[in-house]
């Protein structure tokens, strides 16, 4: 199957769709979060910079995201959560891909309405440890165990920023900084529409599942 880029504004479902994909076909993850924090246990200058609330540059996250990608020695496709987020970063990206050989990718964008994310967002429950989510408002994603992860059984924790205020200011950013990353993957001919705008999410998985088999 082919390697996956993830557009989706946020609660759209790219962590339930990645679960998905590493569960049913052994994808490997690679989201921007989990590396930062991991490369910030062994960077100070890093670890202070994100404890401040900056936003990383462009540069120290490409970097980054190609020594992880250099790591990858197995033929396991992969999924890009959180990356590229600026069209500087996407043409990087397939500067980094073209040279690993590892440009058989899909970019899919999952397209939500604001109205379905907010019912998302204000239920969803996330592993501080494994980072499997959840949704304590959903039956479908609902923990088996109230506020305890299925999979390392560590105690659930509810976001700080899943507010419906924090939500409508997130996604309006959201739109105006993915309409230029739309228009691009759609040029070069990469990007593939899911609409994920049920709370059963079934039918948007089997859509992924045909888009990446292609």
Sequence with gaps: MKNVIFLAPPAGGKGTMSDFLVSKYHYQHLATGNILRDAAQEDEDLAR????????????????????????????????????????QAQELDIILSG?????????????????????????????????????????FKPELDNVCDVCESKLIHRDDDTAETLAKRYQNYIKSTKPLIKYYEDKGRLKVISNKAVDQTLALRELVGVLSD
């Design 100 to 140: 690993l050989n590892k440009d058989n990718y899909v970019v899919v964008y999952i397209d939500v309405d604001e109205e379905t994310l907010q019912k998302r967002v204000l239920g969803r429950l996330i592993c501080p440890k494994c980072h499997k989510t959840y949704n304590c408002l959903i039956d479908e």
């Design 49 to 88: 910079l994100m404890a401040s609330g900056a936003l990383v540059d462009d540069e120290t996250m490409i970097k980054l995201l190609k020594e992880t990608l250099q790591k990858i020695t197995n033929n396991k496709p992969f999924i890009l959560d959180g990356f590229p987020r600026t069209l500087y």
